[in-house]
């Protein structure tokens, strides 16, 4: 495999974006979605699509990664330190941002005990302390292992790293709860979790497919892959054999189809684009981690007070709609951190 950079990075910036976009809708779709049977079924049915559409959007930010990162040889305490510190220390701020808020939601009360409080918030940051912070420490454990993995994809033939993508998803398969009984009891967890995507994340971005008409084969794939995950998962909520949210799992064969093509999509695509539009993208890019981050604080409280969510109007309007807002707000509010004197830059993501 080549040891270039990926080609055009304009498509790695397009795509950085959509994911984000993506998540941030993602999130807005959680609330019909969990209200199934008692929520109208035409809106839940709307927010299962919208959750199908943008289910890529964590795979996406760990192929990226893995687009950008694997092909480059490092110094394993300068990299770690390096990674690390951009993550943790924002993750950190953040954390406690939402540690805050689930005080001032009085989910969380602090009496006189200073201990029983740190205690409480050190459980909140061991665990997590808002839904969406569970990418971090996902991300955090990857970080150890790029550079191992990348040491691999480095010298490894092609073939090498197709054979280990193909392991990867056959454990991936057998692993799913509708084939578990065929899982035999050789241990392959050494193939499983989101490390499969950041070296399908380099493969992709790095190899050129002299196949006919591949864009409209992938776009076909993704259409393909939004009726798999939608149906299936309604089919799964009134199947109580399996989990409902089966489909839903980023590490699952339909997300990885809907993944990988959205991936291929946006590489093959060049639009042609005002260059004011071109700024607002690497202005946003500059601040994706920290927008992701704090994306969720500014959906609560557009939630309440402002309801600013999905009862709006017809969901497949005010999903998108919301998710734009909350996208919108969170942006200067980051670059608004960013600027504090002296933390701004370490705090801001």
Not at 81 to 105: A, D, E
Not at 126 to 138: A, D
Not at 313 to 331: D, G, K, R, S
């Amino acid at each position: 495999m080549p040891a270039a950079k990926p080609g055009n990075i304009d498509w790695i910036s397009n795509l950085r974006l959509i994911a984000l976009y993506a998540v941030i809708i993602l999130h807005c779709t959680a609330p019909l979605l969990m209200g199934y049977g008692k929520v109208p079924m035409n809106d839940w049915w709307m927010a299962d699509f919208l959750n199908a559409l943008v289910r890529f959007a964590v795979p996406a930010f760990v192929m990226i990664t893995g687009a950008l990162l694997l092909h480059r040889e490092y110094e394993i305490g300068d990299f770690l330190k390096k990674r690390l510190t951009r993550v943790v220390i924002p993750f950190l701020f953040w954390s406690l941002v939402y540690v805050w808020y689930s005080w001032y939601n009085e989910e969380i009360t602090f009496g006189n005990d200073a201990w029983a409080n740190i205690k409480q918030v050190l459980h909140l940051l061991k665990y997590g302390s808002s839904y969406h912070l569970w990418y971090v420490y996902m991300l955090i454990g990857l970080y150890f292992f790029i550079p191992v993995i990348g040491k691999f994809v480095r010298n490894a033939s092609e073939k090498e790293i197709l054979y280990f993508l193909i392991v990867w998803f056959a454990v991936m398969l057998i692993t799913q709860p509708y084939l578990s009984r065929y899982n035999p009891a050789v241990d392959m967890h050494y193939f499983a979790g989101y490390a499969g995507y950041l070296v399908l994340g380099h493969y992709l971005a790095f190899k050129d497919f002299n196949v006919k008409h591949l864009r409209l084969w992938m776009i076909l794939l993704f259409i393909f892959s939004i009726a798999l995950i939608a149906i299936g998962s309604r089919w799964l909520i009134s199947y109580k054999l399996w989990p409902g949210t089966m489909f839903y799992e980023p590490v699952n064969p339909a997300v990885l189809m809907l993944s990988a093509s959205i991936f291929i999509i946006v590489k093959l695509t060049v639009p042609k684009v005002p260059p004011v539009i071109i700024r607002i993208r690497d202005f946003a890019g500059k601040y994706n981690y920290g927008i992701y981050l704090g994306h969720a604080l500014v959906l609560y409280f557009l939630d309440d007070p402002f309801g600013i969510s999905y009862k709006l109007c017809t969901p497949i309007i005010a999903i998108p709609l919301t998710a734009l807002i909350c996208f919108i707000i969170t942006l200067p509010l980051v670059w608004l951190i960013n600027k504090i004197p002296f933390l701004g830059k370490w705090i801001s993501g």
